[in-house]
């Protein structure tokens, strides 16, 4: 007979024999799960704190590109003496940049350029950034600053220094320009301070005024002024109103400061030469709160700085010879031009009364190329 009650006593040990199993297997499985998450987890953070530490290097490096720019290369008139301030990569010293370090080395270094390669290091990363450097301007600054548009369509010449927009500019293949051409919408003329020159005046003529023989000394009409041909006018004239020229081979052998507005349009053989004050020291040829109007103006000799509220017309003036900083709050045309010859001259704007000292900056700036990383 059989006994249930025996088969039913080992069913139930086998059962929970293979329960245990069953619980012990689970516990297994558990645990290489575990361990493979942690270790993926740790390998995860290491990656992740890697690719922090390389991007930090990275950004360490473009911090260290400045500096070398704007400390060592910016103004600088000759790369080819240029020692770095650090070791070789790695070595010491070397430049502290949170979270970091960089190197500095100069390769291929001549007068006028050189590449520049900037190391970094953030924990174990490293990165380096390479970069071309060439003086830019041919050691000119702004021979021409204008807040709005720069027209020269139709014109020959040549433009010796640098031009800095805050519109657009349209220049002719026959028009060579010497420097950087920089378009800044931000851009603001030097402030103009006319009580220095205010000051100058020793003789005032209210009202109108014609000049028809010629002047010396500083003068101040409170009224317009016209100046009639061949007529030379030496030291500063000072006029509340407009100025015009009534006629050519009309010479100013020192400063024209007006509030209004200058008519040259359709006159030939004009001069102004401003005049030195000292060595540290130069008048301005022209400022005008208003416009210049100077179309058709031919055989124009113009040496100084020339500082315009207004816009600056000089188109089918043909012959221009130029010397100085044209400064102009509007817009610029030479369009029609023949024979332009425009050339900055840092003589002429240092120590300008009533301007900031333009000539003490006048730097060669940095043009980059070439830009790669590694």
């Given at each position: 007979?059989?006994n249930l009650?025996?088969?039913?006593s080992?069913?139930v040990?086998g059962?929970?024999?293979?329960a245990?199993?069953?619980?012990?297997?689970?516990?297994?499985?558990l645990?290489?799960?575990?361990?493979?998450?942690?270790?993926?987890?740790?390998?995860?953070s290491?990656?992740?704190s890697?690719?922090?530490?390389?991007?930090?290097?990275?950004?360490?490096?473009?911090?260290?590109?400045?500096?070398?720019?704007?400390?060592?290369?910016?103004?600088?008139?000759?790369?080819?003496?240029?020692?770095?301030?650090?070791?070789?990569?790695?070595?010491?010293?070397?430049?502290?940049?949170?979270?970091?370090?960089?190197?500095?080395?100069?390769?291929?270094?001549?007068?006028?350029?050189?590449?520049?390669?900037?190391?970094?290091?953030?924990?174990?990363a490293?990165?380096?950034?390479?970069?071309?450097?060439?003086?830019?301007?041919?050691?000119?600054k702004?021979?021409?600053?204008?807040?709005g548009?720069?027209?020269?369509?139709?014109?020959?010449?040549?433009?010796?220094?640098?031009?800095v927009?805050?519109?657009?500019?349209?220049?002719?293949?026959?028009?060579?320009?010497?420097?950087?051409?920089?378009?800044?919408?931000?851009?603001?003329?030097?402030?103009?301070?006319?009580a220095?020159?205010?000051?100058?005046?020793t003789?005032?003529?209210?009202?109108?005024?014609?000049?028809?023989?010629?002047?010396?000394?500083?003068?101040?009409?409170?009224?317009?002024?016209?100046?009639?041909?061949?007529?030379?006018?030496?030291?500063?004239?000072?006029?509340?109103?407009?100025?015009?020229?009534?006629?050519?081979?009309?010479v100013?052998?020192?400063?024209?400061?007006t509030?209004g507005?200058?008519?040259?349009?359709?006159?030939?053989?004009?001069?102004?030469?401003?005049?030195?004050?000292?060595?540290?020291?130069?008048?301005?040829?022209?400022?005008?709160?208003?416009?210049?109007?100077?179309?058709?103006?031919?055989?124009?000799?113009l040496?100084?700085?020339?500082?315009?509220?207004?816009n600056?017309?000089?188109?089918?003036?043909?012959?221009?010879d130029?010397?100085?900083s044209?400064?102009t709050?509007?817009n610029?045309?030479?369009?029609?031009?023949?024979?332009?010859?425009?050339?900055f001259?840092?003589?002429?704007?240092t120590?300008?009364?009533?301007?900031?000292?333009?000539?003490?900056?006048?730097?060669?700036?940095?043009?980059?190329?070439?830009?790669?990383?590694?």
């Amino acid at each position: 007979m059989v006994n249930l009650k025996k088969m039913y006593s080992t069913l139930v040990q086998g059962q929970d024999g293979m329960a245990l199993v069953a619980i012990i297997m689970g516990m297994l499985i558990l645990s290489a799960i575990g361990i493979t998450m942690t270790n993926f987890v740790s390998s995860n953070s290491s990656i992740v704190s890697d690719n922090l530490q390389s991007s930090q290097a990275f950004y360490v490096a473009e911090g260290g590109m400045q500096y070398v720019l704007m400390n060592q290369l910016n103004g600088d008139n000759n790369y080819a003496d240029n020692v770095s301030p650090t070791a070789a990569p790695f070595g010491a010293p070397s430049i502290n940049l949170s979270p970091g370090q960089f190197w500095i080395e100069y390769l291929n270094q001549a007068q006028t350029s050189v590449t520049v390669r900037v190391t970094a290091r953030v924990g174990n990363a490293t990165r380096a950034i390479q970069q071309s450097v060439v003086q830019g301007g041919s050691g000119f600054k702004d021979v021409t600053m204008a807040k709005g548009n720069l027209s020269i369509n139709n014109s020959t010449g040549i433009v010796s220094g640098d031009v800095v927009l805050g519109g657009n500019y349209s220049i002719a293949p026959a028009v060579q320009v010497l420097g950087n051409i920089t378009v800044d919408h931000n851009i603001q003329i030097p402030a103009i301070d006319y009580a220095p020159y205010l000051a100058m005046v020793t003789t005032t003529f209210n009202g109108n005024k014609t000049f028809s023989s010629n002047y010396s000394g500083n003068a101040r009409v409170t009224g317009n002024a016209t100046i009639n041909a061949g007529i030379t006018i030496t030291g500063l004239l000072y006029v509340d109103g407009n100025v015009a020229f009534n006629g050519n081979n009309i010479v100013i052998n020192g400063s024209l400061i007006t509030k209004g507005n200058l008519g040259l349009d359709g006159r030939s053989g004009l001069q102004f030469i401003s005049q030195t004050i000292d060595s540290s020291h130069h008048m301005p040829a022209i400022l005008t709160k208003g416009n210049i109007g100077a179309t058709n103006a031919d055989n124009m000799k113009l040496y100084g700085v020339v500082w315009t509220g207004g816009n600056l017309s000089l188109a089918n003036a043909d012959n221009l010879d130029y010397l100085g900083s044209f400064m102009t709050g509007g817009n610029v045309s030479y369009d029609n031009m023949k024979n332009i010859k425009m050339t900055f001259d840092p003589v002429y704007v240092t120590g300008v009364p009533g301007l900031p000292n333009l000539g003490a900056s006048q730097t060669p700036s940095v043009v980059l190329s070439g830009w790669q990383s590694y």
